[in-house]
Structure formats: structure tokens, C-alpha cells
């Protein structure tokens, strides 16, 4: 079966960093893609950043391009999301996914497998 975790959450100052780490199990390697979502408080899930395992092609939303990047180790068993210069409404829990279809990460819709998620709040 599909297992998806991640790791790296945490507390950060506005302006900081911090790496997300998304461990993978369960997927055949070139099959999916790898995305990113986040759930701020009080708000729905929204894609943040999408890795096609198949072809490497990614995808930002607006908020996050130029300070968030997606990648992959060669395995194809971990991907990550480092995020810098981190602002207060990048706080909350963000969730590693994976679904056979690049559209619905960049669409943010319903995609197939979902990790647990981890925390993240950005204040001073």
C-alpha cells in the first residue's frame, strides 16, 4: 500500500526556512505525481507545489513561487518542499500527496493517497 510521511514541521520566524521532507512507500517509480498542499487555520486544503515523478515537470501556486521548491532524490523515495523567506500566512499543516494524474496537484484538487501532515507556524 501507499504510504506517504512527512517530517521537518516546525515553529519559524517570518523571513526563515525550513525543509519538509516527504518519505515514500508503496508507489511505483515514473507513476505519480508528488504534491504539496496546505491547510492554513479555519481554511481548505490548497496545492502549494506538484513534482511529476514521471517527467520532473513542477508547478507553484502564485503565493509561493520564488520562495518554495520542490524536488526529489534520484530514489525517487523522498521529496521536499524547502520553503524560505517564510511569511505568517504560510502557517499551517502541510500534507504530502500523490495521485497518477498532474492536473488535479496543479488544479488542487482530489488527489488519491494523503500523508498525515505537519505542522507549520511562522511568527515572531
Known amino acids: 500500500q501507499v504510504q506517504l510521511v512527512e517530517s521537518g514541521g516546525g515553529l519559524v520566524q517570518p523571513g526563515g526556512s525550513l525543509r519538509l521532507s516527504c518519505t515514500i512507500s508503496?508507489?511505483?517509480?515514473?507513476?505519480?505525481?508528488i504534491g504539496w498542499f496546505h491547510q492554513a487555520p479555519g481554511q481548505g486544503r490548497e496545492s502549494v507545489a506538484c513534482?511529476?515523478?514521471?517527467?520532473?515537470?513542477?508547478h507553484y501556486a502564485d503565493s509561493v513561487k520564488g520562495r518554495f521548491t520542490i524536488s526529489g532524490d534520484a530514489a525517487e523515495t523522498t521529496v521536499y518542499l524547502q520553503m524560505n523567506s517564510l511569511k505568517p500566512e504560510d502557517t499551517g499543516v502541510y500534507y504530502c500527496?500523490?495521485?497518477?494524474?498532474?492536473?488535479?496537484?496543479?488544479?488542487?484538487?482530489?488527489?488519491?493517497?494523503w500523508g498525515k501532515g505537519t505542522p507549520v507556524t511562522v511568527s515572531s
Open positions: 500527496t500523490a495521485d497518477r494524474l498532474f492536473r488535479l496537484c496543479m488544479y488542487g484538487g482530489g488527489m488519491e493517497h
Open positions: 508503496g508507489l511505483t517509480p515514473g507513476q505519480y505525481t
Open positions: 513534482l511529476s515523478m514521471r517527467d520532473g515537470s513542477t
